[in-house]
């Protein structure tokens, strides 16, 4: 694929191979416009719209994935140039077979009784994560079957390819706070619910109501990691966004992000002096929408860890740094609301420094920013999260 996928799909093209991959079903393509652009570096860019076809309100994806051999229903292939773009409408995801059964509500409620072993309805449901060919997660009202009048209960769905369905179930088996996982078939994960609030509702604050930040307790962050389980020192080791730093900074230096080529220089030099520690169990993506905390003693406890996908055998101070390095994020979408977020983010990170090594927390903080900057759709975020994982890097 030509170094400018990016534009091709996503710029005013983009509506031109739209087009073509609908007329080739006698379909016509009113409006189009980008909502989400998901680009991994490495591998391949999937773009979806939110689109107007003969009248009716659609959901698109284009990416240009190459599929294996084989049949694929619902894609459409297109040429664009020298290269080949994949279409398909939501939910008949080529990778994701069981979208299309976990978006049916009938279908799903059949499946979970399976599971469950009692009859149960499923009444309303709502995407809450879509990542083309990669995994999504709904949330789902669910409730016994038969009974109007019957209490709702809110679980989760988890979407993934149907080869890594038992192996994501296996691993929220490595957490006392996570939720129990059940699997569904195709490729569906059931969660029950996480209890208490996830961290970014704690720091949100909109309405003024919180007049001194939250207190956030450093073992809040610690409980939940000293928690895994060390069965998952036995499973794959996937690479840190350290390790993977090269290939983010190439991509926001392919779109001339500001540090984009000073950046690895800054973060192999402040890594250089440091410690990165023992190899332990790592939740893998620890950030403030997977901690869940209440209130417990007048200040805030864990009680739930949500998102277990990526545990494995690595270091604290990646996960760590992750937590950090997403919260520092927090602030650009809502100055005001997320305003108590750097002085708990000061608490936080000085609290680790007991159990991580300082230059590394602020390298490996440095390389998560970049590899949020580098995929980042808002051009003014990431400029911000590319200053951002400078001064980390420099600090």
């Excluded at 990416?63 to 040429?79: C, E, K, N, Q, R």
């Excluded at 989760?156 to 006392?176: F, G, M, T, W």
């Excluded at 919180?210 to 000293?226: E, G, H, K, Y």
């Amino acid at each position: 694929m030509t170094p400018d996928r990016r534009a091709l799909l996503t710029g005013d093209g983009a509506g031109a191979l739209l087009r073509q991959a609908l007329g080739a079903a006698g379909r016509s393509l009113e409006t189009w416009s980008v909502d989400a652009v998901h680009d991994r570096p490495g591998a391949e860019l999937s773009v979806s719209y939110d689109v107007v076809i003969d009248g009716a309100h659609r959901y698109l994806v284009a990416s240009t994935i190459a599929l294996a051999d084989g049949d694929h229903p619902g894609v459409m292939t297109v040429s664009a140039g020298p290269d080949q773009v994949k279409v398909w409408e939501h939910p008949a995801d080529p990778l994701l077979p069981g979208l299309a059964e976990a978006c049916d509500p009938v279908a799903l409620g059949v499946a979970i009784t399976a599971a469950l072993g009692t009859p149960i309805e499923v009444r309303g449901m709502s995407v809450l994560v879509l990542r083309p060919l990669r995994r999504a997660v709904l949330r789902i009202e669910c409730c016994a079957a038969g009974d109007p009048a019957a209490t709702q209960d809110v679980r989760y769905v988890k979407v993934v390819e149907p080869a890594h369905a038992e192996d994501v179930a296996a691993r929220y088996r490595l957490s006392s706070f996570a939720p129990e996982a059940r699997v569904l078939g195709d490729g569906l994960v059931l969660l029950e619910s996480a209890t208490g609030r996830p961290l970014t509702e704690h720091l949100y604050d909109p309405q003024g109501r919180q007049s001194i930040p939250p207190i956030v307790p450093p073992q809040a962050v610690l409980d939940v990691l000293n928690d895994l389980s060390p069965a998952a020192l036995a499973l794959s080791r996937r690479p840190s966004w350290t390790d993977r730093l090269p290939q983010y900074a190439a991509q926001a230096r392919e779109r001339g992000l500001p540090w984009a080529g000073e950046i690895e220089d800054l973060v192999g030099d402040r890594l250089r002096r440091g410690d990165p520690g023992p190899v332990v169990p790592v939740h893998g993506d620890l950030h403030a929408a997977n901690l869940f905390l209440a209130p417990r003693d007048g200040t805030l406890a864990a009680s739930s860890l949500i998102d277990l996908d990526t545990a494995g055998p690595g270091h604290l101070v990646d996960d760590a740094a992750c937590l950090l390095a997403h919260m520092l994020t927090l602030p650009t979408f809502s100055p005001y609301g997320y305003r108590h977020v750097p002085d708990v983010h000061f608490a936080l990170a000085k609290g680790m420094l007991d159990q991580v090594d300082a230059h590394q927390l602020a390298g490996r903080t440095a390389a998560v920013l970049v590899s949020l900057a580098a995929g980042a759709e808002n051009r003014s975020h990431a400029e911000a999260w590319m200053e951002q994982a400078a001064r980390a890097a420099a600090s």
